[in-house]
């Protein structure tokens, strides 16, 4: 199984920043795309950015604008790039990679990493 490893995370006041790292390892496939994904408690892992190998990138709805993916997917290495940070942004947040050319918006991957946690106070 590939292994996960997030960073980066912290609190913060509203309106602030943050930059979350994410290394990955013992991948037995070619990883092709990367991306963050967040989870509050009682709810599902929802889906909020992914990068392909061609620097293609995808948003959620809720982070356009304000959050940045970027990335060396060769490296195994994805960032993201928090900006305008609410409240609402609380959550524990994941990476996970991919074989194929886009991550899924669903969070349907089987293993994860020990996250890194946002914490946005107003």
């Known amino acids: 199984q590939v292994q996960l490893v997030e960073s980066g995370g912290g609190l913060v006041q509203a309106g602030g920043s943050l930059r979350l790292s994410c290394a990955a390892s013992r991948s037995i496939f070619s990883i092709n795309a990367m991306g963050w994904y967040r989870q509050v408690p009682g709810k599902q892992r929802e889906f909020v950015a992914g990068?392909?190998?061609?620097?293609?990138?995808n948003y959620a709805d809720s982070v356009k604008g304000r959050f940045t993916i970027s990335g060396d997917i060769a490296k195994k290495m994805v960032y993201l790039h928090m900006n305008s940070l609410t409240v609402e942004d609380t959550a524990v947040y994941y990476c996970?990679?991919?074989?194929?050319?886009?991550?899924?918006?669903?969070?349907?991957?089987?293993?994860w990493g020990q996250g890194t946690q946002v914490t946005v106070s107003s």
């Open positions: 996970n990679v991919d074989w194929r050319t886009t991550m899924s918006r669903v969070a349907e991957y089987d293993y």
């Open positions: 990068i392909s190998r061609g620097s293609r990138t």
